[in-house]
Each structure stands twice: as C-alpha cells, then as structure tokens.
C-alpha cells in the first residue's frame, strides 16, 4: 500500500513539473482525457472508478499520463491531411499520437456524456495562447453508435466551423490561457452521440484532435456528469404509438418467430470487461425477445445499455426494452454491458434466446 501511494507521489510530482507542455482542450462538452481527469484526477485510484465510470477507469489502467496530458493530444505537421494522417478507428487518440499515450480513448464503450441541444457550442481551452488557423466541429451521423462501432471519417458530419482567429480575438481565462466557443449545428440528432473537434493551432502545424461524447435530447444544460454508469441511449420521443403496441397482425401461418444470440467480449480491463450481444431474428419478424445464459466464472453484470438485465447468481436474463423489440426477419440488433471478472473470464457455452411473435 505505501509502495502504492509512494508511486502515486511521484506520479503526480511529475506532472507537476511539467508546465512547459501547456495547450489545450475541449473541456465543454469534455474531451474524453479531459473529462476523465476533471472527475478523477484527484482520486484517480479510487476502485468505485470501475463501475462508476468504467471508460475512464480502463483509460487510466492503460495510461495515466492521457489524463496529467489531457491538453497534450496532437500532431505536428499534418499539412491539413488530418483523414490520411489518422486511420479509421484511431480518431480519439489522433492516430495513436505520442507514441500511443492516448491509445485508450480510442477504446468503444459507454463514455460518460454531456447533454447537449441539436444547437450547442463547443469551448475550446487554450492555456498556451496558440490560437487557431481553423477549429472544426464534427458530429457524427444519426444512426452511428457510439456504443459499438470504432469511429470513423465517414461516420462524420462537420457541424460548426470557426476560421483563422488569433488568441487575441479569443476570451481570456481566469486560469491563465484563452477560451473560445464554436457554434454547432446538428440537426435530427437524438442519443448518444460523438463530437469530434479538430483545432489547428497557429503557432505551429499544430493539430489537436478531440473525442467529447454527447447526449442529444436530454436536459439541457447538464450542470453536472450524470452519476449512473453508462447512460441509455434514448429513443426518439413520440407521441404515437411505439411499435411495440403495434396491433396484433391477423394469424398467420408463416413461420414461426425465433431468435437466436451470440455474445462477445469488446474490452476488458483488469477486473472489468465490456459485454455485446446480438439478437438475430429467424425467418419471421418479432415483436420481443428474451436472452439468457450462465457464467461460468462468477461474472457480474454492473450495468447495461438497450436491455433490461436481471441476474440470479450466475444466471442472466436480458429482455428487448421499448425501442428494440421489433426486429425485422433476418436482421439484428445489439445490446451491451458492464460487468466484473475475477481469474478467468470465460464466455457463456450457449445463449438461450425466446423470441415473441
Ligand atoms: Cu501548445
């Protein structure tokens, strides 16, 4: 314990003495290294990180120094080649910079969100007073989720843009450094969301490249994080009836509904993991479904997004909630969750999925 808090000490004197590297941010809606050390920096070893807000406990195991460098994520030179200069699926760590400091914020899961309007702003920090030959705000498209696919170019919209504006023309900040808002735009987005923030700045080929997540549609202005793990993606409110009270069809002989399910771990850390599973309707449509299976290794499940998850010791029942239920013959949706693991963490031999008709 005391060798613990011992490399803690040092940790921290380290970064300390490190004022030279002062640039800057998103910090509204945060990015996601500077969101994870303004909630934890202080606590950064706290275990509740685990379940409280898992994305930035795996990004902390993976490397510290993303969150003491939350200001440090960019590349030099790029010539304005940002799409060639950074692969698909490596956005958030601008192409696995700095010798792979920021690899984790690449990691796809539930990072903890902002609420935001479809008309919102993004604040740039600027501690170094750099400027900016351009900040470009994108958001990515309706129907891209967040919570199981690697983010790529094409799953973005650029959404509000600023030119070349000096740190004189920006707003000065109590902590030293500037601040600037950016004007977005993003029209029919509901639900989680990912907000991607290229700033060049001018002192230099300097690009930064910033991963904030959002949630569209719920209470705007958030004052503060949401305290619950992971939040739902929400459906999209409506006042007619969601498809689940549809009207019964007419009887048909067609055939009958079934599903099945398969189930994969998306990452694990240690002493947690992310879970998916995909339901796949047979050859009729379904109106609902059920999965269950057993753990073989004392897996728990902490919580979970576009299911209703009910465990008994290792037994785990996952039901459709309002918005998935309906899935077209042959296609599919997906549910996911956070859980723990101890020694091994083997997957479930079989899933049991019951689909309603
Ligand atoms: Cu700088």
């Known amino acids: 314990m005391a060798g613990l808090l011992t490399a803690a000490m040092l940790l921290f004197g380290t970064v300390l003495t490190q004022p030279a590297s002062a640039h800057g941010s998103v910090v509204d809606p945060a990015s996601r290294n500077y969101g994870c050390w303004d909630r934890w920096g202080d606590d950064f070893q706290n275990p509740a990180m685990a379940t409280e ?16 460098n939350w200001n440090g994520l960019f590349r030099e030179n790029v ?10 699926g490596q956005l958030c760590s601008g192409g696995r910079t700095e010798g792979g400091r920021y690899n984790a914020l690449d990691t796809v899961g539930a990072w903890k969100t902002a609420n935001v309007g479809n008309n919102f702003r993004i604040r740039l920090y600027d501690q ?24 790529g170019w094409d799953d973005l919209e650029l959404a509000g843009s600023i030119g070349n504006t000096p740190a004189s023309g920006w707003n000065p900040d109590p902590a030293g450094g500037v601040s600037i808002d950016v004007p977005a735009n993003a029209p029919g987005r509901t639900g989680r969301h990912i907000v991607y923030t290229i700033w060049q700045a001018s002192h230099l080929d300097q690009s930064y490249y910033l991963c904030s997540d959002v949630n569209f549609g719920g209470t705007v202005p958030s004052p503060t994080p949401t305290a619950t793990p992971t939040s739902t993606p929400s459906p999209t409110p409506t006042s007619s009836p969601s498809p689940t009270f549809s009207p019964t069809p007419p009887p048909t002989t067609g055939p009958p509904a079934t599903c099945t399910a398969s189930y994969r771990v998306t990452g694990q850390w240690s002493g947690g993991f992310q879970g998916e599973v995909e339901v796949v309707a ?32 290792a037994t785990v029942t996952a039901r459709n909630v309002g918005y998935n239920g309906t899935v077209a013959a042959g296609t599919s949706t997906t549910f996911g969750f956070l859980a723990s693991w101890n020694g091994t963490n083997t997957a479930p031999a079989t899933l049991t999925c019951t689909a309603t008709a």
């Open 128 to 151: 170094a007073s750099h400027g900016a030959d351009y900040i470009r705000v994108y958001v990515t498209k309706q129907g891209f989720n967040a919570l199981t696919e690697p983010l």
């Open 79 to 88: 010539g304005g080649n940002h799409e060639a200069a950074i692969p698909n």
């Open 282 to 313: 047979g050859s009729a449509p379904i109106r609902g479904w059920a999965v269950s299976w057993t753990f073989p290794n004392g897996q728990q499940i902490s919580s979970s997004w576009s299911a209703t998850v009910t465990s008994s010791g």
């Open 53 to 68: 807000d898992p994305m930035c406990w795996q990004a902390w195991q993976a490397n510290p120094n993303a969150m003491w």
